[in-house]
């Protein structure tokens, strides 16, 4: 699907976007507030820290989602349907241009980070075993959740800004 220019402005220059989805269990609705990367044509990919995500479980019972804009000055709100990649091999290439995004704003060890991300992509380019501290870095990544949402329709102006987070559930606003 063709991506307005002002939308992909807008997610060339962005580091978070909302989404929302249903409670799996509830189906009530829910927003998550999370960075991402995307193709720059029609799909966002979503990750975050290891560990199993509510929100990924919820997309994989209910697949129908609406992305929001956050930053840039224009929200815009875009129907899209979220896909959890499982596969090592598919995710490995989503899960490391993720990090390589987080990896644009500051702070932190991110020298390190960049290392360890170069040393993978030669480990992969030559087909190397994941032996050694490769071992530990494949654990990290194949814990990291991958959802992959693909825009289904235009995304529209909304004039006013995205819906707000939704608290974990137990925590107090």
């Not at 807008?10 to 989805?21: C, Q, Y």
């Not at 693909?150 to 006013?160: D, N």
């Amino acid at each position: 699907m063709a991506v307005d220019d002002t939308l992909r402005r807008v997610l060339d220059a962005s580091f978070v976007i909302r989404v929302t989805h249903r409670g799996r269990r509830s189906g009530l609705p829910r927003v998550l507030e999370s960075t991402y990367c995307w193709d720059g044509a029609g799909k966002i990919y979503l990750s975050g820290y290891p560990g199993k995500r509510d929100w990924v479980a919820n997309m994989a019972a209910h697949p129908d989602v609406t992305v929001y804009t956050v930053e840039g000055g224009w929200w815009f709100a875009a129907p899209a349907r979220a896909r959890v990649v499982r596969s090592r091999e598919e995710r490995l290439p989503y899960i490391m241009a993720y990090v390589r995004h987080w990896l644009r704003f500051g702070g932190g060890q991110r020298g390190l980070i960049r290392w360890v991300l170069a040393a993978v992509r030669v480990n992969r380019a030559f087909h190397l075993p994941w032996w050694g501290p490769f071992y530990c870095i494949r654990r990290v990544f194949d814990a990291m959740p991958c959802v992959e949402l693909t825009l289904t329709g235009p995304a529209a102006g909304t004039g006013s800004p995205p819906p707000e987070p939704t608290l974990p559930p137990g925590s107090r606003a």
